[in-house]
């Protein structure tokens, strides 16, 4: 006689109601997993200190007595900030285990329990000094996602009306579906508790660049005089300094890297013979911080482009931290690494020579923007923005350009990129039509580092007649010039043309761009009528 025991599966027998009680529990603890990643994707968008688990551990901060802060402090130290997170998060968890045995027995316990943790954290979230109506969103949605993975995870332990009602089965239990949906839970508290650090880090950097203060400099640029901007008399006419808002943007970064002040090094590698690295701080703190006005140009920057820009830049000389680094003579090119891992290459001997070259932390009273390279970028005079603006500067490599060469370089643009004399009519654009009669043309003109001497303005095949210059402030900025001409009536052709202060008129030789800069002089058809 044989006989056969029967074998227990797992997954199709039915427990009793007491076997489920683990599970529920984790259900809990799934289900508040995921709540608080709904938490953190919202505290993305409302502001990072509005997550539950922030919002909940500033206030034990603040609640907490002050001998329990001093104990907490000399204990965990530094520390003190991870071991308050962690210990939120297992309060939170044990409270969660608790929450998912409750909802088995009555689901409304469940629910309540839940709904219980929003509200602490949404309280916590508007009550902070700074708490505003809007930072209570991620904490409910952190009770709403809370809510249904509860009700999704604990629907395959049994209906829990059964269970009041004394049901021994309690309904069937669906520990396949349980398993799945518990997996599903976790890898969307994961996926929005990422999304939103991503986020936050995103606001965090904003604010904290909000917060950097800039040093008040030892070299300051002087004050502009009085009606230096002739653009507040031209209508069209670009203004002298480009508002940040305004300034053009070019770099290969699809989304502007995101730099925390503190996190902040420079880095000094090769040729050097006592290389070290720079904090922020080390830099704003520095006893030689200059402010200087540069125009920005371009390579790409077409005859007539708008790929140029004026601002007062903040910063510190860089000939000064390069010899205080021992650069070695034999390196003729910097090799300038962005934080997203661009590289421009600098020829070392402008970035020693060159007046007032400079690694810059502020722009126009600024911190410099973060799509400009918070918090540190290069900014040479007379140089192309691809050979001397690197943003997000993190390192320099003081190298050869045998040795290596950088990003613009590989795709065959020019080694060294000096800025070619230009100049530009803002005003009346390409096939603008007006009245005839007297009418401003206008526009700006550039050499950095010799100066804009002369502009002038031809009208047809007429005479060329010098225009009106603002004050000349700095070679390295460029300046506005202003020319009022008798427009007869019918089409015309306006041509400009720039001279240098040591004598280079601009050429009318056409060039493109590629690979060295464009040249050639800007002309506008209009009609007068
Ligand atoms: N990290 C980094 N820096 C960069 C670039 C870049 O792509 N990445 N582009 C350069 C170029 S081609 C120019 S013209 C200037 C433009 O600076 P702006 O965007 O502040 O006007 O930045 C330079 N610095
Ligand atoms: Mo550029």
């Known amino acids: 006689m044989t006989t056969t025991l ?31 990643g709904a938490g953190e994707l919202v505290a993305g968008l409302v502001g990072p200190a509005s997550s539950p688990v922030v919002a909940v551990g500033d206030a034990v901060i603040a609640l907490t007595p002050e001998p329990v802060t001093a104990f907490a402090i000399e204990t965990f130290g530094r520390a003190d900030k991870v071991a308050l997170v962690v210990g939120t998060l297992l309060l939170v968890g044990a409270y969660a285990l608790l929450v998912g045995v409750l909802g088995l027995r009555d689901r409304r316990l ?41 009700l999704a995870l604990l629907a395959p332990l049994g209906r829990s009306r059964a269970v009041v009602d004394g049901d021994p089965d309690g309904g069937a239990l669906d520990r396949r579906r349980f398993v799945v949906t518990g997996a599903v839970a976790v890898g969307a508290a994961a996926v929005a508790g990422g999304g939103g650090r991503l986020l936050q ?14 040093p008040v400099p030892a070299s300051p640029a002087p004050p502009l005089p009085a009606g230096a901007d002739l653009a507040a008399e031209v209508e069209g006419l670009t203004p002298l300094v480009t508002r940040n808002g305004a300034f053009y943007r070019i770099d290969t970064a699809l989304v502007a890297p995101r730099i925390r002040p503190a996190d902040y090094r420079l880095e000094m590698t090769g040729m050097f013979d006592a290389p070290r690295s720079y904090t922020l701080d080390d830099l704003l703190g520095r006893p030689d911080v200059i402010e200087r006005d540069i125009t920005l140009t371009c390579v790409s920057n077409e005859v007539g482009g708008a790929l140029a820009g004026s601002a007062r830049w903040l910063g510190v000389p860089l000939a000064a931290l390069l010899r205080e680094n021992g650069i070695r003579p034999a390196s003729d090119q910097l090799l300038c690494r962005s934080q997203d891992g661009m590289t421009i290459g600098t020829p070392t001997r402008s970035a020693l020579e060159v007046e007032d070259a400079m690694l810059a932390f502020g722009m126009n009273g600024e911190p410099l923007p973060v799509v400009h390279g918070f918090p540190v970028r290069m900014v040479i005079p007379g140089l192309y923005g691809y050979v001397s603006a690197c943003k997000w500067l993190t390192r320099i490599e003081a190298t050869t350009f045998d040795a290596v060469d950088a990003f ?18 803002d005003t009346p654009e390409m096939l603008r039509e007006f009245p005839a009669g007297p009418r401003a043309v206008a526009g700006v003109a550039w050499a950095q580092t010799r100066g804009i001497a002369r502009v002038e303005v031809r009208v047809d095949d007429g005479d060329w007649v010098e225009a009106r210059l603002s004050p000349a402030l700095d070679a390295d900025v460029w300046r506005q010039w202003v020319l009022v001409h008798d427009f007869a009536p019918g089409r015309h052709v306006v041509t400009v043309r720039a001279t ?19 040249s050639g002089w800007h002309s506008v058809e209009v009609l007068a009528g």
């Open 6 to 36: 029967p074998i227990p599966d797992p997954l199709a027998s039915p427990d009793r109601p007491r076997g489920r009680a683990p599970l529920a529990a984790l259900a809990g603890l799934l289900a508040a997993l995921v709540a608080l």
């Open 110 to 150: 469940g629910v309540l329990g839940v709904l219980v943790l929003g509200a602490v954290g949404a309280l916590a979230a508007v009550t902070r000094p700074a708490g505003e109506a809007v930072d209570a969103l991620p904490s409910l949605a952190a009770a709403v996602a809370g809510v249904l993975v509860l």
């Open 201 to 214: 880090r995103r606001t965090e950097v904003t604010s904290l660049r909000a917060g950097v203060e800039l």
């Open 408 to 425: 613009w370089v590989k795709r065959d643009w020019a080694v060294e990129g000096p800025i070619t004399i230009a100049s530009r009519i």
């Open 500 to 518: 240098s202060t040591d004598g280079e008129v601009q050429t009318d030789e056409r060039a493109a761009p590629f690979p060295a800069g464009a």
